[in-house]
């Protein structure tokens, strides 16, 4: 008798566990398949991808808190879903794990200087652009051999960081020569452009200019615009409702003035020109 009353609790015990498993689940997959609208309403909160290593944009600060233009950006829009800046977890994606954070249902949305491309738009959906920035290089302060991405070609070592478009972008058009060094993280790729381990750094303006705005006097950008990155916001390919509203929430900040301020807040100290705000919508190719 002893033996079956333990034997009934512990299955009383295992079924309540599975059941508040189930019931506390995140992600589960009734879950992914709702649009980023209904999990916004439903949960009361939303997961948002960012950097954190990017000053400017996505910096996670000693306290744990985040700071940047895409943090202002991810939640304006978070706030116009109805959540509020208090129920945003924000957690890193990594350059090369944005499109599967996304597919496997680890964020709800991606806001993370994450350029629109046509190989990315086949693997997920993005809102915007919420802003036009352009490719550049960055350098040490006194060095003058590196004018622009022609003299890459001068068995110049460049960085850039795995999983990011830049360095290929630059070896394909620019400087076939240019020896690639590719990092895990920006600031990898910096501390070897301050050691002279590496030549030039290159990625979006807006990032380097970041950088270069922590340590005046040591880096400049060569003022070089390689490309136009749209940054976009990620979300679920086929998540249409979600798109649509997020794209209205990124006009409203624009037509509001929060996105200029947002801007000239995380980017003038740089001496960084902020540009006039993107047309939603309109990718610049």
Same mark, same amino acid.
């Given at each position: 008798?002893?033996?079956?009353? &333990?034997?009934?609790?512990?299955?009383?015990?295992?079924?309540?566990?599975?059941?508040?498993?189930? +019931?506390?689940?995140?992600?589960?997959?009734e879950d992914a398949n709702k649009s980023l609208?209904?999990?916004? =309403? @439903?949960?009361?909160?939303?997961?948002?991808?960012?950097?954190?290593?990017?000053?400017?944009?996505?910096?996670?600060?000693? @306290?744990?808190?985040?700071?940047?233009? @895409? &943090?202002?950006?991810?939640?304006?829009?978070?706030?116009?879903?109805?959540? =509020?800046?208090?129920?945003?977890?924000?957690?890193?994606?990594?350059?090369?794990?944005?499109?599967?954070?996304?597919?496997? $249902?680890?964020?709800?949305?991606?806001?993370? !200087?994450?350029?629109? !491309?046509?190989? %990315?738009?086949?693997? &997920?959906?993005?809102?915007?652009?919420?802003?036009?920035?352009?490719?550049?290089?960055?350098? %040490?302060?006194?060095?003058?051999?590196?004018?622009?991405?022609?003299?890459?070609?001068? #068995?110049? *070592? /460049? +960085?850039?960081?795995?999983?990011?478009t830049s360095a290929q972008n630059v070896k394909?058009?620019?400087?076939? #020569?240019?020896?690639?060094? =590719?990092?895990?993280?920006?600031?990898? +790729?910096? !501390?070897? &452009?301050?050691?002279?381990?590496?030549?030039?750094?290159?990625?979006?303006?807006?990032?380097?200019?970041?950088?270069?705005?922590?340590?005046?006097?040591?880096?400049?950008?060569?003022?070089?615009?390689?490309?136009?990155?749209?940054?976009?916001? $990620?979300?679920?390919?086929? @998540?249409?409702? $979600? *798109? *649509?509203? /997020?794209?209205?929430?990124?006009?409203?900040?624009?037509?509001?003035?929060?996105?200029?301020?947002?801007?000239? *807040?995380?980017?003038?100290?740089?001496?960084?020109?902020?540009?006039?705000?993107?047309?939603?919508?309109?990718?610049?190719?």
């Amino acid at each position: 008798m002893r033996f079956s009353r &333990v034997l009934r609790t512990g299955a009383l015990v295992a079924a309540v566990g599975l059941t508040l498993a189930a +019931c506390g689940q995140p992600n589960s997959e009734e879950d992914a398949n709702k649009s980023l609208v209904q999990r916004a =309403e @439903d949960n009361g909160s939303l997961t948002i991808g960012v950097k954190i290593d990017q000053p400017g944009l996505g910096l996670k600060k000693p @306290d744990g808190s985040y700071e940047g233009f @895409d &943090v202002d950006v991810a939640k304006y829009v978070a706030n116009e879903l109805g959540v =509020e800046e208090g129920d945003i977890e924000f957690v890193e994606t990594p350059s090369a794990q944005r499109e599967n954070m996304i597919q496997n $249902g680890d964020v709800d949305m991606i806001v993370a !200087t994450y350029s629109i !491309t046509p190989e %990315r738009d086949e693997a &997920v959906d993005f809102a915007g652009p919420y802003f036009l920035a352009h490719q550049d290089l960055l350098v %040490r302060k006194n060095d003058n051999s590196i004018q622009g991405a022609e003299d890459l070609n001068k #068995n110049k *070592k /460049l +960085c850039s960081v795995r999983g990011s478009t830049s360095a290929q972008n630059v070896k394909n058009d620019f400087a076939p #020569n240019a020896q690639l060094q =590719e990092y895990g993280g920006y600031s990898e +790729c910096l !501390t070897g &452009v301050e050691n002279k381990a590496i030549d030039a750094m290159t990625t979006d303006d807006t990032i380097l200019a970041g950088y270069a705005a922590q340590q005046p006097g040591k880096f400049k950008l060569a003022g070089a615009e390689l490309s136009n990155e749209n940054y976009g916001i $990620g979300l679920r390919e086929g @998540d249409d409702e $979600g *798109k *649509k509203a /997020l794209d209205e929430a990124i006009q409203k900040m624009i037509d509001s003035g929060e996105w200029k301020k947002a801007a000239q *807040k995380h980017f003038g100290p740089a001496g960084y020109e902020v540009p006039e705000a993107p047309t939603v919508g309109e990718v610049v190719e």
